[in-house]
């Protein structure tokens, strides 16, 4: 994407991405971090109280005046302060030592935020109108040497908020011994520790409890589930004896298998002009960002669990995003009890944006109760899901931002095209890689296009966080919880574009991984069939006719094909079989069946390789040898879809982890 690569050039000594041009000398970068005194009062009278604190050495009022004014037209969204704390040019607690000495009043660490409670107000403090402020006092069971006598006002105003706060102790002095300062990111943990169990309770499992039928809460029942395995036994055995049951399993195949490769070559046949489409209209919006336009907040959720081997490829690649600091939070999600993803993280010493979220054990542990919790704790206008082992362009956010601005209230989510970048490792890794070439460059496009179904791919999601509420959010008793959130935005009347940036991602090279990984993908998608399926007449209302048919086709299709592949070839040996029988190998009735079969066959594999073929050696330069090796790919499905059916049975809710780290991948990409 030239284009977008060309919007924001940066210089050695400019910065994380997004930042403006630098504006301090070396001198006065370790002058804010240092601790020096305040400049004189004196230099200071024209200022904000805010922007005094920033006057340190050589940082003069009438300089500090000019970066301010410099920093407003640079169309940042906060304070000069809070844009050099996040960008780590500023110690946010020495900034905050310098307030509270400046205020007199007392400065709360981390060891003493640690000690306190939130308590019911016994003075009206509220009347200082202030953001970030709690009420506390220090917890009776306590043994901290830290005494706080009574109930205080903690708060950690930034911008003009700590002018405010200035301005009313100024007014009246007896107010300084009830309030105690401590910084924003303190005061924010603080506040997600407090809010643990109300999320857990209120967040996590509001799917469940505001909308139960689109849970996959309750196990199938045992009575259906029975039922539908013996009735495959039933109708397998039945083709091998009975020549009449054998003609009909095979026609039901055949009526399977030809959708889904009638979906594929429309896929393949349109899928030029929609990229072309979706070319224009990118180029179309970074022409227009170049006026002044108006960022969104965005929140990244990155949920990890044991991946202590990636984290420092992962971080490197989350650094390299190009979007406005002060716009942007990073939230990295880890289970209570993986202490060495903790500690990788810690030792990458992250700056302010990042943020480290521990997610209580409690329900199952699954990455979308992960996101759910952590989906409590946010209030930015766009959220957005990596995994543990993603690249993503440093320009995605930017694109998926401009793209939901004009794509209306309408559009709820965009999905980034997922790319596999340790494609040469192995078999399985080619083919993993052709898969995702065709589906993320060829079938989900076509799908947008045509505002069908589209199942999301579990990572590089784009929401409007107020969407992702409204529809109940994740599934946390979905073992795939991409592809019936994507179903569900379509049931709630909301559409699904596709992003022309990618997402690199790292496949399973072991087929022990890979059968983990496509197990739990099935069983989720047989979660998502049931969930949606348990009142039809509501789906086909929601959907509509066509909605409803591609729903059918893409996960239920996808299915009962899977199960049934290598199955087809014995059913149709045994129709075959009983039309030499009852008519001779010479008759209609075999040529039909003959024929019909052989084109199905013909027609199902060569629709996928032609649409695999046309999007893998655009991207990887591919030749035909790994095209022709699909349909053994296909066959090794089969496995993973019967071991899924047992585990839905057995296991609905258990989560099959992926071993990342494994393979060679090459270096972050620069993009």
Same mark, same amino acid.
């Given at each position: 994407?030239?284009?977008l690569?060309?919007?924001q050039?940066?210089?050695p000594?400019?910065?994380p991405?997004?930042t403006?041009a630098?504006?301090?000398t070396?001198?006065e ?6 601790g020096?005194p ?13 922007l ?15 970066l301010?004014?410099a920093?407003? &037209? ?5 304070d000069?302060?809070?844009? *050099?704390?996040? %960008? ?6 020495l900034y905050?030592l ?12 981390e &060891?003493?935020?640690?000690?306190l ?23 009776e069971a306590?043994t901290? $040497? ?7 006002l ?6 003009k908020?700590l002018?405010l706060l200035?301005a009313k ?7 300084k ?7 924003p ?10 809010s ?8 996590v ?10 849970s996959?809460h309750s196990?199938p ?5 029975l039922?539908?395995?013996?009735g ?11 020549s009449?049951l054998a003609?009909?399993f095979n026609?039901i195949?055949?009526?399977?298998f030809?959708?889904i ?8 046949l349109?899928? @030029?002009t929609?990229a072309?489409?979706?070319h224009?209209?990118l180029a179309?919006?970074v &022409?227009s960002s170049k006026k002044q336009?108006?960022? #969104?907040?965005?929140s ?5 669990? @044991?991946e202590?081997?990636?984290?420092p490829?992962l ?8 979007? #406005? ?6 939230m ?5 009890d ?11 010493n992250?700056p $302010?944006?990042?943020s ?7 329900g ?7 996101l ?10 766009l959220?957005a899901?990596f ?13 998926a931002?401009l793209?939901? +601005? ?17 494609r040469t ?5 080619? &083919?993993?890689?052709?898969e ?6 060829g079938l989900? #496009?076509?799908?947008a296009n045509?505002q069908?179904?589209v199942p ?7 929401f409007?966080?107020s969407v /992702?509420r409204?529809i109940?959010a994740?599934?946390?008793y ?5 592809a019936d ?5 379509t049931r709630?009347?909301?559409r699904i574009e596709m /992003? +022309? ?6 496949? #399973?090279v ?6 983990k990984?496509?197990?739990? *993908? ?6 998502t ?5 348990r009142?039809?007449?509501m ?10 048919l ?7 299709g996808?299915l009962?094909?899977a ?20 008519s001779?190998?010479d ?7 003959l024929?019909?079969?052989s ?21 990887y330069?591919?030749g035909?040898m ?5 349909p053994?790919?296909w ?6 879809a ?6 839905? /049975?057995?296991?609905?809710?258990h989560w099959e982890? %992926?071993?990342?780290?494994i393979?060679?991948?090459?270096p972050?990409?620069s993009?």
């Open positions: 994407m030239p284009f690569l060309t919007e050039k940066k210089r000594d400019d910065g991405p997004g403006p630098p504006l301090l070396p001198h970068d370790l002058a804010l971090q240092s020096q305040l400049a004189s009062p004196a230099k200071q009278e024209s200022l904000p109280f805010h005094e604190l920033l006057c340190r050495g050589t940082l003069d009022a009438a300089r500090i005046e000019r301010s004014s920093h407003a &037209q640079s169309r940042m969204s906060n000069l302060a809070s844009h *050099w704390i996040r %960008t780590g040019r500023l110690s946010e607690r905050y310098a307030a509270s000495q400046k205020l007199g009043i007392p400065y709360l660490d &060891q003493e935020m640690a000690t409670e939130d308590v019911s107000p016994d003075c009206p403090l509220d009347a200082l109108d202030l953001i970030n402020c709690r009420f506390m006092q220090q917890r306590s901290s $040497p830290f005494r706080l006598s009574g109930g205080h903690v708060c950690a105003p930034q911008g908020a002018d200035a102790l100024t007014a009246n002095p007896d107010l011994h009830r309030i105690r300062l401590t910084r990111s303190l005061f924010l943990r603080s506040q997600r520790e407090r643990s169990k109300v999320a857990l309770r209120t967040d499992y509001r799917l469940r409890q505001d909308m139960p039928a689109y996959s196990r029942g045992g009575k259906q589930m039922f539908f395995i013996i495959i036994l039933v109708v397998l055995g039945g083709s091998l004896w009975a009449e003609i009909l026609m195949s055949l009526v399977v030809l959708s490769s009638s979906l594929r070559l429309v896929a393949w349109n899928h @030029r929609i072309a489409s979706m224009n209209t179309t919006l &022409q336009i108006y960022w #969104p907040s965005y990244l959720l990155v949920p990890l669990y @044991r202590a081997a990636v984290v490829d971080i490197a690649s989350l650094r390299r995003i190009n979007y #406005p600091e002060d716009r942007l939070t990073i990295l999600l880890i289970e209570a993986d202490q060495d993803t903790h500690d990788a993280l810690v030792a990458e992250l $302010p944006l990042f480290i979220m521990t997610i209580p054990v409690n199952p542990r699954t990455k979308p109760k992960a759910n919790y952590a989906l409590a704790f946010v209030s930015s206008e959220v899901v995994d543990a082992e993603d690249r993503p362009h440093p320009m995605q956010l930017r694109e931002a793209r939901m +601005q004009a794509g209306g209230p309408s559009l709820g989510c965009l999905q980034g095209r997922l790319a596999i970048d340790n490792s192995s078999f399985l890794t080619r &083919q993993f890689a052709m995702y070439a065709a589906l993320f460059d989900l #496009p076509f799908l045509e069908l179904p999301l791919g579990g990572t590089s999601n784009h409007r966080t /992702l409204e109940g994740w599934d946390p979905n073992v795939t919880e991409d959130l994507g179903m569900r935005l709630f009347g909301y /992003l +022309q940036t990618d997402t690199w991602e790292e496949a #399973p072991r087929y022990r991984s890979w059968l990984q496509r197990t739990r *993908w099935f069983k989720g998608w047989m979660q069939w049931l969930v949606h399926m009142e039809p007449h789906l086909w209302m929601q959907m509509g006719a066509l909605n409803f591609a729903f059918q086709i893409l996960i239920g996808m009962v094909s199960l049934i592949h290598p199955l087809y070839f014995i059913t149709f040996g045994a129709a075959l079989a009983s039309a030499v029988m009852t001779g190998s008759s209609i009735f075999y040529w039909f069946l024929s019909l079969n084109f199905n066959l013909i027609f199902g594999y060569g629709s996928m390789m032609l649409l695999a073929r046309s999007a893998v050696s655009k991207r330069g591919a035909w790994s095209v022709f090796a699909m053994l790919y066959l090794a499905m089969t496995p993973a019967w071991r899924a059916l047992f585990q839905l /049975l057995v296991a609905p809710h982890k %992926t071993e990342h780290g393979g060679t991948r090459p972050v990409r993009n």
